[in-house]
């Protein structure tokens, strides 16, 4: 059985065989292995980038950015995390991109700010090894479920 449509062509070989590789695919999303390495691989994340933050903020202000940094395990979508900020750390985009000259509508100066880069740079560094820590603990989950 096979469907063309503009370049694209799907083959199904033997289709009880996708089925059980679907429902496999269920199972693994709810496996404890799997939402503990997105957890371990989201933590590492969060360290790089807390410890890119106080290198380059030489430990000013209250610490508000540093502490706002999360990981998040989606509830609904078992297999995805969030790894973020929250209200607390509202402005870190800022903070890392940098910002323009601003002026309010009263024609005030707001002035600018070099970003750090400090959230893009522990996201380049570090995804390699977090991509591993993610393959690893679903490897771990998958030999679970052959058992």
Do not use: P, Y
């Not at 370049?7 to 289709?15: A, E, Q």
């Amino acid at each position: 059985m096979s469907k063309e449509a503009e370049g694209l062509s799907i083959h199904f070989v033997d289709l009880e065989r996708f089925h059980l590789s679907f429902e496999k695919l269920e199972r693994l999303k709810r496996r404890r292995e799997v939402s503990s390495a997105l957890k371990r691989g989201g933590n590492l994340l969060k360290k790089a980038g807390q410890q890119n933050l106080r290198a380059r903020l030489l430990n000013t202000g209250k610490g508000f950015l540093l502490n706002s940094i999360e990981v998040r395990l989606k509830k609904r979508k078992k297999g995805e995390a969030l790894i973020g900020f929250d209200l607390n750390g509202r402005h870190a985009h800022l903070v890392d991109r940098g910002t323009q000259i601003r002026t309010t509508k009263s024609g005030k100066n707001r002035g600018k700010m070099k970003g750090n880069s400090f959230w893009m740079d522990a996201l380049s560094d570090n995804k390699s090894r977090v991509q591993e820590i993610v393959s690893d603990g679903i490897e771990k989950a998958l030999e679970n479920i052959e058992k």
